[in-house]
C-alpha cells in the first residue's frame, strides 16, 4: 500500500482556519502518516504555523511535521522555536533553509545558521527529532549544477536527515532521474516525490516559476487546452492520477501532497489511484 502525507499551510485569517480544518476533515480518512505545516518566506508565519502545529498535533490525532526554517532568525531563536515543538509533543521537523521575504536572495542572519546544513546539524545533537529535507529533481534554483543539487542533498541526510521530500515536478521521468542519481551518489535515505494537484493551471504557473520547477511545453499546451474546453477539472485529475501511477508502477511507496488547504481534487487522485477507503453503504430497511 502506499504511504500518503500531505502539506497544509497556516491560516491567516477567520475563514482561512475553516479552511484548514476542512483539509484535515477531508484528508484523515486517507490514514496519512503525517501532515506538515509550512512557514511562510522569511519565517512571516512562525507563529502562526506553531500554533496550527499545535493545535492539530493536540485535536487531530495525526503526526504532525512542522516546517522549520532559518531565515531572519538567530540560532537561539530557532533552537528555541525547536525546542517549544518538543515540548508539545512534534517531533517531526521540515528543516528548510528557506527564502527571504519578496524573493530575494537568501542572506544568513548575522547570529544564524548558514545554511539547512547547519540547522540539520543542530537539529540532530538534540536527539529530540525526526528530521526531513527538502530535495529538488529539477535542481534547486541556487544551485549551480544538478550534480552540486545532489551533493547538497547528500550533505543534509549525512548531518541527520531521515528522509527527503521533493518539490512538485510535471513529468515522471524528472523524479526517476533524480532517484537513480541520489542513489549512484550514494544516498539510501527514503526520497518521497512531492506531488502538487493542479486546482487552479494559471495559480499553478505563478508557483512554478516561483519555486524555479520547468513546466514541459507538451504540458502547458495541454492544460491550456483544456482550460478553453471546460474540462480544466477532469484534465487535472487525470494528469495528476497517471502521474501518481507511474511513479507507483515504478516502485515509489509513498507520495506527499501538497494540497494548499483545498483537498477536493487530492482526494479525488487517492480514490482514483484506489488510495482512499471504499464508501460503505448502510442497509435500508
Not at 543542530?122 to 529530540?128: D, F, H, M
Request: proline share 5%; aromatic share 8%.
Amino acid at each position: 500500500m502506499t504511504a500518503l502525507s500531505f502539506e497544509t499551510f497556516p491560516p491567516k485569517s477567520l475563514n482561512a482556519s475553516f479552511h484548514l480544518w476542512d483539509t484535515v476533515k477531508a484528508i484523515t480518512p486517507l490514514g496519512p502518516r503525517f501532515v506538515s505545516v509550512t512557514y511562510g518566506a522569511g519565517g512571516t508565519t512562525q507563529e502562526l504555523t506553531q500554533e496550527a502545529a499545535q493545535t492539530l498535533s493536540k485535536t487531530s490525532g495525526l503526526r504532525v511535521a512542522a516546517h522549520l526554517t532559518c531565515t531572519g532568525q538567530s540560532r537561539e531563536e530557532v533552537l528555541g522555536t525547536a525546542k517549544r515543538y518538543a515540548k508539545t509533543g512534534i517531533t517531526d521537523i521540515v528543516a528548510l533553509r528557506g527564502d527571504a521575504p519578496g524573493g530575494g536572495a537568501f542572506e544568513p542572519h548575522a547570529n544564524g545558521f548558514s545554511n539547512s546544513v547547519e540547522l540539520i546539524e543542530a537539529l540532530a545533537q538534540t536527539g529530540n527529532f525526526n528530521i526531513r529535507v527538502g530535495a529538488y529533481p529539477d535542481s534547486h534554483p541556487d544551485a549551480a549544477s544538478m550534480a552540486q543539487n545532489i551533493d547538497w542533498l547528500k550533505a543534509k541526510i549525512d548531518a541527520g536527515a531521515s528522509e527527503a521530500i521533493t518539490q512538485f515536478f510535471f513529468e515522471a521521468d524528472s523524479f526517476l532521474r533524480f532517484r537513480d542519481a541520489c542513489t549512484a551518489a550514494g544516498i539510501n535515505a527514503p526520497i518521497t516525490p512531492g506531488i502538487l494537484p493542479v486546482s487552479n493551471w494559471a495559480s499553478a504557473q505563478s508557483f512554478a516559476k516561483r519555486c524555479g520547477t520547468p513546466i514541459p511545453a507538451a504540458t502547458v499546451v495541454a492544460f491550456d487546452r483544456a482550460a478553453r474546453e471546460d474540462r480544466a477539472d477532469l484534465f487535472a485529475l487525470t494528469h495528476c492520477a497517471d502521474l501518481c501511477d507511474t511513479l507507483i508502477n515504478e516502485g515509489v511507496d509513498a507520495l506527499h501532497f501538497y494540497t494548499l488547504n483545498r483537498p477536493e481534487l487530492t482526494v479525488q487522485v487517492c480514490r482514483a489511484l484506489g488510495l482512499a477507503p471504499a464508501a460503505t453503504l448502510r442497509k435500508i430497511a
